[in-house]
């Protein structure tokens, strides 16, 4: 059973409007989430994160909200560019010690310029 | 260039081949990782290593082997593998266990 689910494997959007890729997650244990992003042929690099001590955090272009009653997160990119195409995960890690990082199966964005 | 980086690139290898993946990372972390990403699935985590010591094996078969000679360098032996087990199979390293993970480029594995 997957406990990070990102349900929607591709999105589309047009250059310079916002971008929402959206996660959700099954396990309340989870206290720390993060974002990555893969090009092809490279491996995953790491974007933003978020604790669940908060609802919100942001950089740059780049903003992650936190909706622990609804057990969602999203990344908002705003404004998007072509170099933003790529795949995106969301991760999550349980509170505890735990090294494991569980990740959703990602959502590719396109850019259209 | 990448902090963590994995060799081969790409491998083909029958099911009785013995062959081996490496990953050296320059960025000084204590915690070296394999993951495992197959087709339409997510990133699966093989095995961790905390200061040289395996600290986690995630329920993978044992014609996996890792090996963890040092903190800057991780192996993956591989033995009479399966086609299923072709995937693209990612090292990574982090400052600590807890802390957000950096991905080598990755080892496209093929089993014939």
């Known amino acids: 059973d997957q406990q990070v689910k990102q349900n929607s494997p591709s999105l589309s959007v047009q250059e310079g409007r916002i971008s929402i890729l959206n996660c959700d997650y099954t396990n309340s244990m989870f206290d720390y989430f993060l974002w990555y992003k893969k090009y092809p042929a490279e491996g995953p690099t790491f974007l933003i994160s978020?604790?669940?001590?908060?609802d919100k955090n942001e950089d740059g272009r780049f903003t992650v909200f936190l909706n622990k009653s609804a057990k969602h997160l999203s990344l908002h990119i705003v404004p998007s560019q072509p170099g933003d195409s790529a795949v995106y995960f969301c991760?999550?890690?349980?509170?505890?010690?735990?090294?494991?990082?569980?990740f959703g199966k990602g959502t590719k964005l396109t850019v259209n310029p | 260039e990448t902090g963590v980086t994995q060799t081969p690139r790409h491998l083909v290898m029958g099911m009785t081949n013995k062959k081996s993946l490496k990953c050296e990372q320059h960025l000084g972390h204590n915690a070296m990782y394999w993951y495992k990403q197959s087709a339409k699935k997510p990133l699966e985590l093989m095995f961790v290593y905390s200061l040289e010591e395996r600290v986690e094996n995630n329920s993978v078969p044992s014609r996996f082997s890792p090996e963890c000679p040092n903190s800057s360098h991780l192996f993956l032996h591989l033995h009479t593998l399966q086609p299923e087990d072709s995937a693209l199979y990612l090292c990574?390293?982090?400052?600590?266990?807890?802390?957000?993970?950096?991905f080598g480029e990755g080892s496209r594995l093929t089993v014939l």
């Open positions: 990574a390293s982090s400052q600590d266990a807890r802390r957000e993970l950096f």
């Open positions: 978020i604790s669940s001590i908060k």
């Open positions: 991760a999550a890690r349980s509170k505890g010690g735990s090294e494991k990082l569980v």
